[in-house]
């Protein structure tokens, strides 16, 4: 055995120590990446994933890692620190998609249709069709406009931010979290904001006409008319919504910690 071998072998604790370093936080980020992290995606494949960035991350991350402690609560206490900054990261990103099928849940009761139901892993055990469409274009979007890029760059630089095993500072954290719900619900609103003031012009009419004439049943014909009026203000907005949505979550990952 040569010097050099004895010496390969002598850093390999420290090499395999920043590689399952990087490992967890890569599979926390992959755990809630947008368009990869979906539920019909195999566990195959993220884990796949994961171990791929991991072993294109670890030899450029692997001079910042700490020796090897000597404590084993210690490394658990390290690597559980970075699968938090992996599940942090991958939840900003997470947010912001699923501003798209909150919209869609928000104009499925506007239009009258949310009583029509179907199984949403993504928002819960049941939501309404249109929120189920809006929650399976998200990561069509986000896989065809290469957004998905975005966060994996945020982990890449991530490091330059937070060093491996250091502490997460949780004022930051939590002030970054609040943000991001904060901007996830706020886009969901102005998603749906043309059909909203749509369903208030449509409700005060309904109840002028039902003052004006109370022998009408205007129940009877304002549904019918809010249903119909409401998918074809969706048919022509569509489009338009998909643009905004994807538009504003290119500015949001772009604001990820480590690419502002």
Same mark, same amino acid.
């Given at each position: 055995?040569?010097?050099?071998?004895?010496?390969?072998?002598?850093?390999?604790?420290?090499?395999?120590?920043?590689? !399952?370093?990087?490992?967890?936080?890569?599979?926390?980020? &992959?755990?809630?990446?947008?368009?990869?992290?979906?539920?019909?995606?195999?566990?195959?494949?993220?884990?796949?994933?994961?171990?791929?960035?991991?072993?294109?991350?670890?030899?450029?991350?692997?001079?910042? &890692?700490? $020796?090897?402690? $000597?404590?084993?609560?210690?490394?658990?206490?390290?690597?559980?620190?970075?699968?938090?900054?992996?599940?942090?990261?991958?939840?900003?990103?997470?947010?912001?998609?699923?501003?798209?099928?909150?919209?869609?849940?928000?104009?499925?009761?506007?239009?009258?249709?949310?009583?029509?139901?179907?199984?949403?892993?993504?928002?819960?055990?049941?939501?309404?069709?249109?929120?189920?469409?809006?929650?399976?274009?998200?990561?069509?979007?986000?896989?065809?406009?290469?957004?998905?890029?975005?966060?994996?760059? $945020?982990?890449?630089?991530?490091?330059?931010?937070?060093?491996?095993?250091? !502490?997460?500072?949780?004022?930051?954290?939590?002030?970054?979290?609040?943000?991001?719900?904060?901007?996830?619900?706020?886009?969901?609103?102005?998603?749906?904001?043309?059909?909203?003031?749509?369903?208030?012009?449509?409700?005060?009419?309904?109840?002028?006409?039902?003052?004006?004439?109370?022998?009408?049943?205007?129940?009877?014909?304002?549904?019918?008319?809010?249903?119909?009026?409401?998918?074809?203000?969706?048919?022509?907005?569509?489009?338009?919504?998909?643009?905004?949505?994807?538009?504003? &979550?290119?500015?949001?990952?772009?604001?990820?910690?480590?690419?502002?």
């Amino acid at each position: 055995m040569t010097g050099a071998d004895a010496e390969a072998l002598a850093g390999l604790p420290d090499l395999a120590f920043a590689f !399952v370093l990087v490992l967890s936080r890569a599979g926390g980020v &992959v755990a809630l990446l947008p368009g990869l992290a979906e539920t019909g995606v195999p566990a195959v494949v993220r884990a796949g994933l994961a171990g791929a960035l991991a072993l294109l991350l670890t030899p450029t991350v692997a001079p910042l &890692v700490p $020796a090897v402690p $000597a404590a084993p609560a210690l490394a658990a206490r390290m690597l559980g620190g970075e699968l938090l900054v992996g599940l942090w990261l991958g939840f900003l990103a997470r947010v912001l998609v699923l501003a798209l099928p909150m919209a869609g849940q928000i104009l499925a009761t506007l239009l009258g249709v949310s009583s029509v139901l179907q199984p949403d892993p993504e928002l819960g055990p049941q939501t309404s069709a249109l929120a189920r469409l809006f929650a399976l274009a998200a990561p069509v979007v986000v896989l065809a406009s290469g957004l998905y890029a975005l966060p994996l760059a $945020a982990l890449a630089r991530s490091y330059a931010l937070f060093a491996p095993g250091a !502490v997460l500072p949780s004022g930051a954290v939590a002030e970054a979290v609040a943000r991001a719900v904060t901007a996830g619900f706020g886009l969901a609103l102005r998603l749906c904001a043309p059909a909203l003031l749509a369903s208030v012009v449509w409700s005060v009419a309904a109840g002028i006409l039902a003052r004006v004439a109370p022998r009408v049943q205007v129940y009877f014909l304002a549904m019918p008319a809010q249903i119909l009026g409401g998918l074809a203000i969706l048919a022509a907005l569509s489009g338009a919504i998909l643009f905004a949505w994807q538009d504003t &979550v290119r500015e949001g990952f772009g604001a990820l910690p480590g690419l502002r």
